[in-house]
């Protein structure tokens, strides 16, 4: 049986994350190739100061090919563990290259912050609550192929 390819942030393999390369394992399951390619990615720019302006040396230096590379970059760099900085970003003189990123970080304790803020029943109502509910429904019957109930009942 083959393992999945989405990621799954249960809470006892959160609560019970010990190191970065358990976190890679979470963040790239089934594909030993990526979170190897991750691991030195996220090491390297770690360990470099400054920006790093062209990861093609870690093909080498590490045995990644270019092709797992390129798309654990750009993964690491869609869920905002790294970024590219521009020549243009007065920030940095010019400079330009690879860098760690909070953005991760950050949108991991603002989706917290809001999860706790769904939670609180102060500020919101019930009526708009089942509201959302209900627009939920509808686009599970869009979803489904444009059934013609309105009730939004079960079929089977």
């Known amino acids: 049986m083959s393992e999945s390819i989405k990621i799954s942030l249960r809470y006892s393999r959160i609560r019970q994350l010990t190191d970065f390369s ?3 394992e979470i963040l790239f399951p089934g594909n030993r190739n990526q979170q190897h390619a991750a691991a030195c990615i996220f090491f390297e720019l770690k360990w470099t100061s400054g920006l790093v302006p062209n990861m093609a040396h870690f093909e080498a230096k590490h045995k990644i090919s270019r092709r797992i ?3 654990t970059r750009a993964k690491l760099s869609r869920l905002g563990m790294i970024e590219k900085i521009s020549w243009m970003n007065s920030r940095y003189g010019g400079q330009h290259g ?3 990123s ?3 970080e950050n949108a991991l304790r603002q989706l917290a912050e809001k999860c706790t803020g769904f939670r609180d029943t ?3 109502s ?3 609550d089942l509201m ?3 627009f939920a429904n509808a686009r599970r019957d869009i979803n489904k192929g444009g059934n013609d109930q309105i009730d939004g009942g079960d079929t089977s």
Request: glycine fraction near 0%; charged fraction near 45%; aromatic fraction near 10%.
């Open 22 to 24: 358990e976190l890679i």
């Open 69 to 71: 590379l390129q798309r």
């Open 98 to 100: 690879w860098k760690l």
């Open 102 to 104: 909070t953005r991760f």
């Open 122 to 124: 102060k500020t919101t």
């Open 126 to 128: 019930k009526e708009k």
């Open 132 to 134: 959302l509910v209900e």
